[in-house]
C-alpha cells in the first residue's frame, strides 16, 4: 500500500546491502510506461507490459531490490524473496493525508490495508514460503526489517556460493 515505507526501507536495504535499487514508479515516470491516466485517482496507468519489458534485462543478472505497490504482473521467476510491508491503519492514515491524497485514494488505500489486498495479492502470485509480511509502523520497524533482510540476503549467498 502507499506510504507504509517501501521507498524508504528500499533505498536503505540498497545503501547497505550493495544490491541495486528500481523503483517501479521513478522507471514508469522516466520511461513514460504508461497506458492512460486515471482521473478518479489522479494518476497515471502503468504499462505492465512495458514494465516487464525493461526490467527484463536488470532482473535475469539478479541483486536488484524492486519497489512497487503490486506484483501479480511481475515473472515469478524474478523473486527469491518478497516483503510485503504492513502499516496500522492510524499510521497510514496520518502518512497519506501528509501526502495529500484526495478523500478517495485515501479511503481506498486504507482498505486496501485492511484488506491484505497486496499481501494476498503477493501470496496468490509466488510461492507462500518466500512471501513475508513485515510491519512497518515505527522508526524502530525499519531497522529491524532492515537487519532481518541483511540476515537473509548474506544465507541465501551463502547457501547459492559454489
Known amino acids: 500500500t502507499p506510504g507504509v515505507g517501501k521507498t524508504t526501507l528500499g533505498k536503505e536495504l540498497a545503501s547497505r546491502s550493495g544490491l541495486k535499487y528500481v523503483n517501479v514508479g521513478d522507471l514508469a515516470r522516466e520511461g513514460q510506461l504508461y497506458d492512460g491516466y486515471d482521473e478518479e485517482y489522479d494518476c497515471p496507468i502503468l504499462d505492465e507490459d512495458r514494465v516487464v519489458d525493461e526490467l527484463e534485462n536488470q532482473m535475469s543478472e539478479g541483486g536488484v531490490i524492486v519497489d512497487y505497490h503490486g506484483c501479480d504482473f511481475f ?88
Open 75 to 162: 515473472p515469478e521467476r524474478w523473486f527469491h524473496i518478497v516483503f510485503v510491508l504492513k502499516t496500522d491503519n492510524s499510521v497510514l492514515y496520518k502518512r497519506l493525508e501528509t501526502r495529500g491524497y484526495n478523500q478517495k485514494k485515501l479511503k481506498d488505500n486504507i482498505q486496501c490495508e485492511i484488506f491484505q489486498v497486496l499481501y494476498e495479492e503477493a501470496l496468490g502470485s509466488y510461492k507462500e514460503e518466500i512471501v513475508h509480511p513485515l510491519p512497518s509502523n515505527k522508526p524502530e520497524d525499519l531497522e529491524d526489517n532492515i537487519n532481518q533482510i541483511l540476515k537473509w540476503i548474506e544465507q541465501w549467498v551463502k547457501d547459492h556460493s559454489s
